[in-house]
Every structure is written in structure tokens, then in C-alpha cells.
């Protein structure tokens, strides 16, 4: 079976600086990919060139078996692909109940789409406490929830998460990360870019390492978990 993303050498600039050097992977349908780094080793682009945000020079993305390497973002969205941008970028004067329907745009199912919303506050019940509420008021963590609430409006296959636990307490990364392992379990594929990479591996399925723009290291989580170079690099306390 194909697998459900296949990125295959592809090449992004910033201006005159290279910032992915031929980067290639796949995530199978299913599974719980991380991809862990430093800062600046170019994760965030792949997440921004998987959804359409950025455009490769050189290299092709397939998704579901099609072409989207020059899809428009909009249209990758209505494919299935749903993005939890680094920085939550919530709509801070919208309420919460507003910015959770800007999730389901691309759909037309009323009937569907009132399931969703079940769905997420069945998944987040403090985003049901606060539908009234404005946005910008909501806790770092709150804005997290609210952040991955509005991409499952759109009922993804595919989830692509840049950083869900940054600037959130300990207990916080947990509830985050349980509600990704949730989310995967009632069957959607999860693509994770995460500075905790101790959280990330013990979540994912595989994962690659991304060093300056090149994957330098990948396989099973646990496995890399135990690599003396991953410990060394990612892992120390």
C-alpha cells in the first residue's frame, strides 16, 4: 500500500538561503510521525511545504497518491489535510465558538459539521465551557486546544501539529499529548514536530531527525530513543 504522504527530495529556499537541502519521507496511513530537531533545522518549513504554504524549488509531494506539490493550501485542506500552526494563530477577538466553526469552511454538511463540534467539545469540554468567551482571554494552553479543536472541524485524515506543547506547564504537555494519541486512534494520521523530543518519540510510531535542512537519522521511535546520538543530542535533561 502507498503510503498516505510521500515527500520526496524536495528543496526549499528563503530567498538565497537553502533551507531544505533534498529532504525525503513518507508517513504511512495511520501512524504518529515525529520529526525532531534543533531549533532552525528546518521542521516548520516541511509542516509549512506539506500544506501549501511554501512551494519547492526542486522535489514533489504526493498526498493520498496525488501531485500537491503546487496545490494551493486552500484546496489541500478540502483533500483531507488539516495544520496546527507553530504560535497556536488563533483569531484573539473571535469568540471560541467562532473560531472553532472557521475550522469546517471548506465544508457544506450542516448535519456533519454539528457532529464535529460534538466531537471537539466532547474532546476538549473546557472549549464548551468557554464558547462565548473571546479568544485572546484563554490561557496558553486553552489557545493550544482551541488551535487543534478548529483544525478537526474540517474532519481530517491527515493532521500535520507544529509544536503543540510549546510554553505550556508539564501537566498541560500531557493532556496535549494524550488528546494526539486520541485524536490518532479514531484514525487520523498525525505528522508532529516537536522541541520535546522525549514526548514526541514515546507518542510516535517512527520518526525522523532533521539536522540543518537534511534528515540525518531515522527509524522506529523506541529505537531512536535509545540512540546513543539522539540521547546525546535530543534527550538530555
Known sequence: MAPLLQVENIEVYYGMIKALKGVSFEVNKGEIVALIGANGAGKTTILHTVS????PKTGKILYNGKDITKTPAHKIVSMGMAHVPEGRRIFSELTVLENIKLGAYTR?????????LEYVYERFPRLEERKNQVAGTLSGGEQQMLAMGRALMSNPDFILMDEPSMGLSPLLVSEIFDIIKVINERGTTVLLVEQNAKKALSIADRAYVLETG????????????????????????
Request: charged share 30%; net charge neutral.
Open 214 to 237: 537534511l534528515i540525518s537519522l531515522s527509524g522506529d521511535a523506541k529505537s531512536l530513543m535509545n540512540d546513543n546520538s539522539v540521547k546525546k543530542a535530543y534527550l538530555s535533561e
Open 52 to 55: 501549501g504554504l511554501l512551494k
Open 108 to 116: 457544506k454538511d450542516k448535519d456533519q459539521i454539528a457532529e464535529s
